[in-house]
């Protein structure tokens, strides 16, 4: 397996330079400068470039399961680490929480973390019960009470990045914004956040 990795890399490692060969050399004579910071789940079906359609040096990306990013004062510093990297080094415009439909982390949390879930990953899903809570009581069961959860994951998700006093700085004068995507990986499309409607919305491009 690993040897089949190894010269598969090889061989997407040739066409990749050959394709952005201008593009890598001009980033390594003025190093990078994203506009884009991208958190998503590390589901290996979710891929930022993939899903954005961005070349080198278009988005700086942190994944973890569940695209969760714990609340500042939690004591996991690898997020709070990454956002004031983001902000404060690479001067980022905007901050993307993407969740995506079919989560496990999330169906985890559904079926009850004490269920099978490993000791670490559950201790890292905690920081998603907040939403499990919101959701379970609204009556909902199987694939809506899942949609549901993953769209109250993002927006709590969305507050804990908030919560960052980069974030709060970066957002009050202007400088960056944070917002919430949906992958839906059956019907292939994204739904972003709409705050004037207070809900999530497919995204259709536009025809003019």
């Not at 390594?28 to 961005?54: H, K, N, W």
């Not at 507050?159 to 980069?166: F, G, I, L, T």
């Not at 709409?194 to 025809?207: A, E, K, L, M, W």
Request: charged residues 25%.
């Amino acid at each position: 397996m690993s040897e089949r990795l190894l010269a598969e890399s090889s061989a997407s490692r040739e066409a990749f330079f050959e394709q952005e060969k201008e593009r890598l050399a001009q980033l390594g004579r003025e190093g990078q400068s994203p506009d884009v910071m991208f958190i998503g789940c590390s589901d290996s079906r979710v891929l930022a470039e993939s899903l954005t359609g961005a070349r080198p040096g278009d988005l700086f990306v942190v994944r973890v399961i569940a695209n969760i990013v714990p609340p500042p004062g939690s004591g996991e510093s690898v997020l709070a680490a990454a956002i004031d990297y983001a902000l404060d080094v690479l001067k980022v415009k905007r901050i993307i929480v993407c969740g995506h439909t079919d989560c496990g982390g999330l169906r985890a949390l559904e079926r009850g973390l004490e269920n099978g879930c490993p000791g670490n990953t559950a201790d890292w899903m905690t920081h998603a019960l907040p939403a499990f809570d919101s959701v379970q009581h609204k009556g909902l069961c199987g694939e809506e009470l899942h949609d549901a959860l993953v769209e109250e994951n993002v927006l709590l998700q969305l507050e804990h990045v908030r919560a960052y006093p980069s974030v709060q700085r970066a957002e009050a004068e202007g400088i960056a914004k944070v917002h919430g995507w949906i992958f839906d990986l059956e019907h292939r499309h994204m739904r972003y956040y709409d705050r004037n409607r207070g809900s999530f919305v497919v995204y259709v491009p536009s025809t003019t």
